[in-house]
């Protein structure tokens, strides 16, 4: 069974920083694609950044490129999002989300979250002005 088990939110005041673990266990797909997608309430959820496993390909949505980073921890089974420069607008809850890749490329743009089958619950970030 494939878990995903997100933490380190929390509330943060503007331009402070976070950053989200995503404990990643069961899966047994050789190269797959984890990542991570926020919804603040109101709004669609929308992907965040991903990464292809075991590798540095990475995809960031416009809105966080050169703000978080997304990152790996193979031997401890771990995904990262450092999270800086936190805006009002980041408040959400942050999901962690896996699928199988045939690519080595881990796209988060609009209408992918569809194609990821695996699902943390989520961690709350909230940052105020």
């Known amino acids: 069974v494939v878990q995903l088990e997100e933490s380190g939110g929390g509330s943060v005041e503007a331009g402070g920083s976070l950053k989200l673990s995503c404990a990643i266990s069961?899966?047994?797909?050789?190269?797959?694609?984890i990542a991570w997608f926020r919804k603040a309430p109101g709004k669609e959820r929308e992907g965040v950044a991903g990464?292809?496993?075991?590798?540095?390909?990475?995809y960031y949505a416009d809105f966080v490129k050169g703000r978080f980073t997304i990152s790996q921890d193979n031997a401890k089974n771990t995904l990262y999002l450092q999270m800086n420069s936190l805006e009002p607008e980041d408040t959400a809850m942050y999901y962690c989300?896996?699928?199988?890749?045939?690519?080595?490329?881990?796209?988060?743009?609009?209408?992918?979250?569809?194609?990821?089958?695996?699902w943390g619950r989520g961690t709350q970030v909230t940052v105020s002005s």
């Open positions: 990464i292809y496993s075991g590798s540095d390909s990475t």
């Open positions: 069961g899966i047994t797909y050789t190269k797959y694609c």
């Open positions: 989300a896996a699928r199988q890749a045939a690519v080595a490329f881990c796209y988060t743009g609009p209408s992918s979250q569809h194609e990821f089958n695996f």
